[in-house]
């Protein structure tokens, strides 16, 4: 369409590759305060139709998150869905200044959703989040090695656990300490704390690593979290239908979540029972009741409304 313009940024540490589909062309600029800032005063005074870059482990949040503030659109994508674009047109050659301008062609051509970005109160939870799960790894595989360590080692392994259980500690501490003293996180804690099954632990999790709860419909938030199921049918064919992509964090959490609700929440564990009275594998129905444990919560979210006080069930959030 006319007057269009995509923009496509290839994040490293050091630099920024700044595609332009209009032009062709690219530039360079280093990855710090002052290039993010020329950046984005460049694309407010110009402002493009979208604006793509990479999910590079977080080396993209400083640069996605000052954009979007200045109001520019941004969309953060996945790498292994513009690698793909890149080899379906041909592309196979690969720097950063091809790289960037393979990104503003996909902006133009897939149009990813802009999606909300988390602030720096919800970048800051779920960074703590993401130390308590690097601890609770360092912790199992040192109880792994202490199972089989030498006399020699078990000292300094014991220590080493006792330190780790210190921390994790003080991590719940400061974890739960955030969600309390935050007006909006505290009201959406209680209500997720009112659904049984849905933890300490998940409840964070989705509150860090989920900000579009409550902002999506149930199949758009299924989506997100990698619990749509997918197709696989050619031809007579019909395969069998499987989760794919989506946000392993929350999956992850969500998995532990159902498993519980199977046993403590009354609808979950009723539609538990029913899919495995169908022959369903047991590992089918748990990531149903997944799905159907997140769309109850993405309803409570978006209504505003006690799971328990308004008598929500999941034929409601379906």
């Not at 020699?152 to 003080?170: G, N, Y």
């Amino acid at each position: 369409m006319i007057n269009e313009s995509f923009v496509g940024i290839d994040v490293s540490k050091a630099w920024l590759d700044v595609g332009f589909l209009a032009t062709g062309s690219a530039e360079r600029l280093a990855h710090d305060e002052v290039g993010i800032a020329g950046l984005c005063q460049r694309l407010c005074e110009q402002p493009p139709t979208l604006v793509v870059m990479e999910a590079t482990g977080g080396l993209e949040t400083a640069l996605a998150s000052a954009l979007a503030a200045a109001g520019v659109p941004v969309a953060v994508v996945n790498p292994r869905q513009v690698r793909d674009y890149a080899k379906a047109c041909g592309r196979l050659a690969k720097t950063d200044r091809i790289d960037a301008l393979i990104l503003a062609a996909f902006a133009q051509a897939i149009r990813p959703q802009v999606r909300v970005l988390k602030d720096e109160e919800t970048q800051a939870l779920a960074a703590l989040l993401a130390r308590r799960r690097q601890l609770i790894d360092m912790r199992v595989q040192e109880k792994l090695r202490l199972n089989r360590a030498e006399v020699v080692q078990r000292t300094s392994l014991k220590e080493h656990i006792a330190w780790l259980d210190e921390r994790i500690a003080a991590l719940d501490i400061d974890l739960t300490h955030r969600l309390r003293t935050s007006e909006v996180w505290r009201e959406k804690d209680d209500l997720l704390q009112a659904i049984p099954g849905v933890g300490k632990v998940t409840r964070m999790t989705l509150l860090a690593e989920l900000p579009e709860l409550g902002k999506l419909d149930r199949k758009e938030i299924a989506a997100l979290a990698g619990l749509a199921p997918f197709n696989r049918d050619s031809g007579k064919h019909r395969g069998e239908r499987v989760i794919w992509g989506g946000r392993a964090q929350v999956r992850q959490v969500l998995y532990m979540a159902a498993l519980s609700a199977t046993r403590s929440n009354p609808p979950i564990r009723e539609f538990y029972q029913r899919l495995c009275a169908q022959g369903k594998p047991k590992k089918v129905a748990l990531t149903a009741c997944m799905r159907k444990l997140l769309t109850v919560i993405n309803a409570v979210v978006k209504n505003n409304t006690p799971w328990c006080a308004s008598g929500l069930d999941l034929q409601h959030s379906c």
